[in-house]
T-cell receptor
């Protein structure tokens, strides 16, 4: 079983839609949860991070972590074509190494 | 500040050859990490340097892979001899020692193709 499970998609939505991206994880030692955005031929770029359970909002993006169900979510409001990318969730425990999901390829259609 | 620089950006080598990947972290970042993504799989951790010391090399696949970090600055990852299954994208990332290393900055990666 993978430590972080993520549906690879692809996911295609119209511009302006609310996008919901989700991951589940199995490692109870994870304390930090991250969402990375990766454009083609580029490295992952940190979008948001959350410590333990709870919500975090940054502009059009909201990250949620529910440790009781081991569920990680990212919501994108008013989606834009420039949001088209691969979105990667990741967890981190005591050791400073990220455990990634497979990534979800998202396309926002104008 | 300049980002994490990796080169080459792309390398095509024959099975059995040697390849060396280089990573220049952001200046002042003591943490340096190597990750790899093989086709169709998730990005996986290879190893972690703190300055010039290997903090965690639990993700290194086998002894054909050798990582070094000279003087705590740039790092190299050598694959010798390369095998077909080594093909993938190799990412380097760096972060400050404090706060916690979750604030990674990744490079654009080196795409390695072994034929």
């Amino acid at each position: 079983q993978k430590e972080v499970e993520q549906d690879p998609g692809p996911l295609s939505v119209p511009e302006g839609a609310i996008v919901s991206l989700n991951c589940t994880y199995s490692n109870s030692a994870f304390q930090y949860f991250m969402w990375y955005r990766q454009y083609s031929r580029k490295g992952p770029e940190l979008l948001m991070y959350t410590y333990s359970s709870g919500n975090k909002e940054d502009g059009r993006f909201t990250a949620q972590v529910d440790k009781s169900s081991k569920y990680i979510s990212l919501f994108i409001r008013d989606s834009q074509p420039s949001d088209s990318a691969t979105y990667l969730c990741a967890g981190m425990g005591g050791a400073q190494k990220l455990v990634f999901g497979q990534g979800t390829r998202l396309t926002i259609n104008p | 500040e300049a980002g994490v620089t990796q080169f080459p950006s792309h390398s095509v080598i024959e099975k059995g050859q040697t390849v060396t990947l280089r990573c220049d972290p952001i200046s002042g970042h003591d943490n340096l990490y190597w990750y790899r993504r093989v086709m169709g799989k998730e990005i996986k951790f290879l190893l972690h340097f703190v300055k010039e010391s290997k903090q965690d090399e639990s993700g290194m696949p086998n002894n054909r892979f050798l990582a070094e970090r000279t003087g705590g600055t740039y790092s190299t990852l050598k694959v010798q001899p390369a095998e077909l299954e080594d093909s993938g994208v190799y990412f380097c990332a760096s972060s400050r020692l404090i706060p916690m290393g979750y604030g990674y900055t990744f490079g654009s990666g080196t795409r390695l193709t072994v034929v």
